[in-house]
């Protein structure tokens, strides 16, 4: 039932699903993480949207399970609590829309885990404060009953919920917005240089940042910063260029709307969830840039996120943000010479350990292009 036996504030701008007496079963036992009403009935709401489909809660039989902890008070449901940096901000908060408009009403928030028994790190502690996040946090580690479970819509997800709906947005932005802007960074470059190569990203990366910098921009590398100073960074903006990866979406929840963004992928596919939400959130469609050229796999890693380099295409880049209106000039944005990529090959095999292979190469679109091509290449 909805609403029942709690006041709504003005700020409460959606409707909430509030259940007596409800069971949330975490995953296992055969059966997914499922919240039920009193009579074993699956609560719509708690259930998640993830990529293009909707996982469901499940039936239980009540009659037929064990007895449960017991859990007294109005308890706020959150949802999966996902240690990975985007997930959480894509999914982990995005219930949380609902607490200012019921202060004062639920006694805590509870979470299922997506890693039995870890505990999040100190950051997401950090972002849940500058969201004004102040409750106690319980986990969902066995079936527990709760005496009353407040179940918020999902106000962001993977894939169709990427866009968030405007509760959601609100309730980010409002609260990011607070921070004091960055001053004097206005061009920035989102640099995956401080994994050391360890969370894969763009070949030859160091070369691409030079001619960014040769355009005023800004090297920064988002997680080697307090989540303050990257959310005023992104506020102080006003074109951010970065490879597709989790810091695009604390870009979308803060930078201001007429800011301006590029997308450079380094996976085939990988604007998916940041495209919409960065539309979603900001008002105007980023510029997307897919100039991979080649792409390489390191054999040593098992996460394909992370074993990935991609080799950019300098030239149809440089062109791509000149016409978007992110750099002045092309003249140096020249094809990577060959014995440049033949070095940086062998330093990457030596500094990780392992074989590189090219596992995929774009189409030349006419015959004998490459080899033209590598006849003219000048530069780095």
Not at 294 to 315: C, H, V
Request: aromatic share 10%; with cysteine; charged share 25%.
């Amino acid at each position: 039932m909805r609403d029942d036996g709690l006041e709504r504030s003005a700020v409460l701008s959606e409707p909430v699903t509030v259940v007596e007496r409800a069971m949330a079963v975490p995953d296992g036992r055969k059966r997914r993480a499922t919240v039920v009403d009193a009579c074993g009935a699956p609560v719509v709401d708690a259930g998640t949207f993830r990529h293009d489909s909707f996982v469901a809660a499940e039936f239980v039989d009540r009659d037929k399970e064990p007895p449960v902890e017991k859990l007294a008070g109005t308890w706020l449901f959150g949802g999966m609590f996902w240690l990975h940096f985007g997930h959480f901000l894509f999914e982990t908060i995005s219930r949380l829309w609902a607490v200012p408009g019921l202060r004062g009403q639920i006694d805590g928030i509870v979470f299922f885990r997506s890693h039995a028994h870890r505990e999040p790190p100190r950051l997401f502690s950090t972002i849940l404060q500058r969201l004004d996040i102040d409750l106690p946090i319980r986990f969902i580690d066995s079936p527990t009953e709760f005496e009353r479970l407040v179940v918020p819509r999902q106000g962001c997800g993977m894939g169709a919920l990427s866009a968030g709906t405007p509760a959601f947005r609100a309730f980010v932005r409002d609260r990011l917005q607070t921070i004091a802007p960055r001053v004097g960074a206005e061009r920035i470059y989102l640099t995956r240089e401080g994994y050391r190569l360890q969370r894969g990203g763009i070949f030859a990366e160091s070369h691409l940042r030079g001619l960014l910098e040769a355009e005023g921009y800004t090297a920064f590398s988002p997680e080697q910063h307090a989540f303050d100073v990257q959310v005023a960074t992104y506020l102080g903006a006003r074109h951010i260029v970065g490879p597709d990866s989790s810091a695009l979406h604390l870009v979308g929840f803060a930078a201001p709307p007429e800011a301006e963004v590029a997308i450079l992928l380094r996976r085939h596919g990988g604007e998916r969830d940041v495209l919409p939400q960065l539309a979603g959130f900001m008002g105007r469609r980023p510029l997307v840039v897919d100039s991979i050229a080649r792409l390489y796999r390191r054999d040593n890693e098992r996460n394909p996120n992370w074993s990935l380099f991609a080799e950019l295409d300098l030239p149809m880049l440089g062109a791509a943000l000149q016409d978007g209106g992110f750099i002045e000039g092309v003249a140096r944005w020249r094809p990577l010479r060959g014995a440049t990529r033949q070095a940086l090959l062998v330093k990457y095999e030596k500094v990780l350990g392992a074989p590189f292979s090219m596992i995929w190469q774009r189409r030349q679109k006419a015959a004998g292009a490459e080899q033209g091509r590598a006849g003219a290449e000048g530069g780095t």
